[in-house]
């Protein structure tokens, strides 16, 4: 019978936390976040510039997510002074 063995943890790893980043302001502080890390010695450049990279084009999503938005309003707008429902 195989049986499969998990890796040895350590009791001080961390569990990496989850990070909420729902708009331009959370995606400045957590990159952020990651230049005083790099800065410390408690974060890997490279593992900082994969997320940084990942954190700019959330921030390109975010953004045409507004854009979006703005443009719904604008529509429903015109649509209301055209008398239209």
């Known amino acids: ?3 499969t063995r998990e890796p040895p943890t350590s009791p001080s ?3 990496p936390r989850a990070v909420r980043l729902k ?3 959370d995606v400045r502080r957590f990159v952020a976040g990651l230049c005083n ?3 410390s010695g408690t974060l890997d450049p490279q593992v900082a510039a994969k997320q940084g ?3 700019g084009i959330l921030v390109s999503i975010l953004k045409e ?3 979006q ?3 719904a309003r ?3 707008v015109e649509q209301k002074q055209r008398g239209g429902t």
């Open 13 to 15: 790893a961390k569990k």
């Open 74 to 76: 604008l529509d429903a």
């Open 23 to 25: 708009s331009l302001e």
């Open 65 to 67: 997510q507004d854009l």
């Open 1 to 3: 019978m195989k049986t």
């Open 53 to 55: 990279y990942l954190a």
């Open 37 to 39: 890390e790099v800065k």
């Open 69 to 71: 938005a703005i443009a």
